[in-house]
């Protein structure tokens, strides 16, 4: 189990570090072996920093990060379980390496005793997982794959490990529609083999489309998480309300509600990353995570007595 | 297209396809091996008077003579050695000190890079020649090897600066966390993922610095604070303007000395050009 | 009809030889219609667009023509375009938060753009439009960094459609946004064709089901060539070319249950359009490939305003 409890992530900004911007707040959730958990939010949502924080590649603040109990610290031990795939394929591969030595990079760390062949069938039998072909991707300069490709052997790469947390945070944003769903698929596969993924992502409907779990981030604060089901099917939050209303589908047009427009300029109190003190996520004052559901979690003022849900 | 070999091997087959590589190499190799040869054909000591003053080139005097009958040719031979080691060891330390100094400041940033950045901006501020002169006044050394010492903790303030700014934009690139996810160590994620993308950018830099090693090493002699012994381009360069060589028409006095330095750091600009696109894979097939 | 284009080739020149991006394309853009365009990377759709408004110095018409409103538009003469320009044919870019100059206040900027094409500036209208995408009126006095970046890229829709041009491009305007300003922005496209700003517009977009919300046509291309344009309801749920409908049916939708229900993808990748394979270009990767698509397939009309490039439609 990777558990997050009361993950903060602040920032010093301005002159003199005079100001804080909290860039994730207070957040709580837990991911399980063979299960995906989606990680929905816009930009400045928090949700890149939290996926960053849980491979330890940032510090959090405050709270705590844990694998089966034991605090999450970054380094050969935990990255033997815990490994990430990121957004821009082109931008993971050192572009004057040829794109195999994100393979080779983990022998030498890994494992400098297996021998050479045995090391070659391993990653045979890794990038036949990803479904990709060894002549295709082997020995080819990144910029000679497609990103597609690219993505794939960066999932095969974590395979040679004893993977069993993965955080995917927008893996398919910069891939085309009819190469996005085959690594979908793909995570889906690995799933079923006892992985745990957690999918960051701002497209609701790929969220809904693979994960067993959904988190709603905004302003770094979750607004409300539970089964897939039921934060799609029944959104109590207004912001995850708002935004499934302006999710384009092809099944129906949008409503009359216009959408909103970014009023914030840059710098302000409203910009991304700061939580928001009212207005925006619907609620004022002191808010608390409040079980709407068995295990419906919805953000609501702490004053409001508990609204009915629908 | 034949086969391209691979690895490091890779590297030598695009190196020894590449013109500008080659015709960099074709300048500087002959001066190279001029200098380590120079005291077999041209006797040891550079400063004996050895044929009539102020002589135009012959046959037995390559590049003439110097107003008090010293051969051209041999002043320039030994003068190669002092100025390829001026060059190589100031150029070289100043590399090193700004190479470590910019790639940890861009690396780790926050207060570390905000300690090492004061640093490289007083020394950077410092005025170098006054320093010298105290330095000189004081310690009375005057050997190649501290004039090469003191040139390499002076220059190498922009390189820190440019390499810290390089390192900086590259620390953000995504490869960097695959590293960390990797288990691999800073020192080898700065010295085996950041600095091969800057590569050719280091050599240009060692190159500036090399250029500029002889440069104020040139300088230096003119004013009295070079080596007390031997002979350098520099030197000779600065002979010939104190005894009006160019008014008197002793062209094949200076010369030389300024084609020495010229063709060596222009040789190693085109090469420097030609290694960026050995390095590139991306420029290879274009 | 506002724009009529007809065999449009256009070229990239490269290191590497000519990229025939854009292999012959024909179509038409009906008064007050949007037409969405769609497809993936490499498609040729930013190339159309471009072509259409400002070739850059790669790009090289290799045949074809447009007309506006009857007009022949000279598309590959750099100079003569610019009297259509911004007046006839507008564009909102993809980057629009780059599109402003920096050093100048945006009220000076916009008066400048105006007098560099001889129109003097209606402040009344130009409120008016402002008050619309609701951007407060001193923006006018304000530096472009000092808006957001969704404030640039409303202002720069008010700036591009200002003259109310005939045809106005716009080039993936949503795809760096998020959801609900993507909403808005899109609505607030189609309301300046509801109210007369632009005749009719070309939304670029790889989002088909973002296209499909504003959009009254899409045309669907692939490796450079139209491969369907159907009313849009049409294209959405009675597609007829292969790569149409086994696109459609790659994109997951919110608001379905797919428990352990998977949708599939399309194998294969687009050919290189360096030297395109003769014959349909989507022949390699289509599960219904026979001998005919060893020719090119022309796009026939197989119902009112529905045409189709496939030899199993035609």
Redesign the interface.
Known sequence: MLRLEGVTKTYRVGAFGGRTLTAVDDVSFDLAPGEVVSLIG??GSGKTTLG?MV?G?LAPSSGSITLDGVPAR???GY?RHV??V???PF???????KADR?LR??KE??FPEVAADEWDGRIEESLEAVRLDPGQVL?R?P?QL?GGQLQRL?IARALLLDLRYLVADEITSML???????V??LL?DLKVRGLGVLFVT?D???G???SERAVVLHRGRVVEAGPT?LV?GNPLHPYTI???S??????A??DGD?????????GDPGDPGAPAASGDDGTQGPTTLVEAEPGHLVRRDETASLRSTR | MTAVP?GRREVLYFALRNGKLLAGLAVLVPLLVLAAVAPLIAGDDPNAYVAAPASPPSAGNWFGTTMFGQDVFAQFAHGLRVTFLVGVLGGGLAGLVGMVIGFVAGYRGGLVDEVLNMLTNIVLVLPALAVLLIVNAYLGVRSVGVQALFIGLTSWPWAARAIRAQTFSLRS???V????????RTWRIITR?IA??M?SYLFMTFILLFGGSILIAASLDFIGLGPSQGVSLGLMLNNAARWNALHLGLWWWFVPPGAGITAIVGALYVMNVGLDEV????LREL | MTLRVNDLRVHYRTLRGEVKALGGVTFDVGDGEILGLAG??GCGKTTLGKSLIRMDGRMRLAGGSAELDGRELPLGDDRRMNAFRFKEVSLVPQYSMSAMNPTRKIGKMVAELLASRGERLDTGELHRRLDL??LPRDVLTRYPI??????KQ?MVMVISTLLDPSLLIADEITSAL??????????TLAEFRDRGFVRSMIFIT?????T??IADTIMIMYAGRLAEKAPASVI?SEPRHPYTR???S?????????AER?????PG?PPSLLDPPAGCRFRDRCPLAFDRCAEEPPAVEVAPGHHVACWKEA
């Open positions: 816009e930009s960053k491979l590649l970054p380094g050969k990255y490994q990430g990121f957004q821009d931008s993971c591969y050192n572009p004057v390496f994100v990079m983990l760390q890994y020995g300069y910029h497609s960066l085309d529609a009819s190469t996005r769903i085959d979908l698929n889906a701002h609701l409907s790929l809904n489309y693979i089901e799609f708002r935004l499934l302006a999710v384009p589908r092809l099944t047009r949008w216009p959408g909103a427009f970014d009023v914030s300029a840059p | 691979t690139r995504d490869f966390d695959l590293a960390r996810l990797s288990g691999v993922e091969p993308n590569s390095f590139n894979p991306k | 993936e990377s995408v609701e000092e808006l957001s970046g969704g404030m409303r998020d959801v609900s300003t993507q909403k808005a922005v899109a609505r790889h989002d088909i089901s973002l499909y919300q959405v086994l696109l459609i790659s994109l997951p939708e919110v608001g379905v249950r797919y998977r949708l599939s993808g399309i990748r």
